[in-house]
């Protein structure tokens, strides 16, 4: 009978001998699997101007915007391009491009719409420096009786 209750004991304690290890070893995140932390920084520049027809010198404002979209788990870019207008377009061109710091193009997107007041493009993600990394956006707005407008607009990093 004591024997029994010896075992009974032993084994009653084995639990909380055994408990702190799994708690201790949870609380170190060994048993914890973590996503990473993806933090992105996002830089913007635009560029407006106004197209005119040649009669009654009427305008319409057209607006280009570059952003870059930086990530830094992993450390990458991607890029976008926006052309909006303040009325109907026959046609928007748009495009955008990515480069890392040293001049090396790492992603290119265009598209072109037509009877539209907002086009847009977005690169994909791709590996890029540190720092110092760039795009550019482009874009042509085409309406008849109007002037074509064109721009080129730069985001750094």
Avoid: W
Wanted: glycine share 6%; hydrophobic share 30%.
């Amino acid at each position: 009978m004591k024997k029994a209750l010896y075992k009974m004991g032993v084994l009653g304690l084995l639990p909380l001998t055994t408990l702190p290890g799994f708690a201790y070893a949870s609380e170190e995140g060994g048993n914890i699997q973590e996503d990473p932390i993806l933090e992105e920084i996002v830089i913007s520049n635009s560029d407006s101007s106004s197209m005119t027809d040649g009669v009654s010198r009427s305008s319409i404002k057209c607006t280009t915007t570059a952003t870059i979209h930086y990530t830094l788990a992993p450390i990458s870019a991607a890029s976008s391009a926006t052309g909006e207008a303040a009325k109907m377009m026959d046609s928007i061109f748009v495009r955008s491009r990515l480069y890392n710091s040293n001049g090396v193009l790492k992603n290119d997107k265009s598209s072109t719409k037509t009877k539209t007041a907002y086009n847009s493009v977005k690169t994909n993600h791709a590996p890029v420096s540190v720092s110092k990394n760039y795009t550019y956006a482009n874009s042509t707005f085409k309406k008849s009786g109007y002037s074509t407008v064109t721009h080129e607009v730069r985001a750094n990093q």
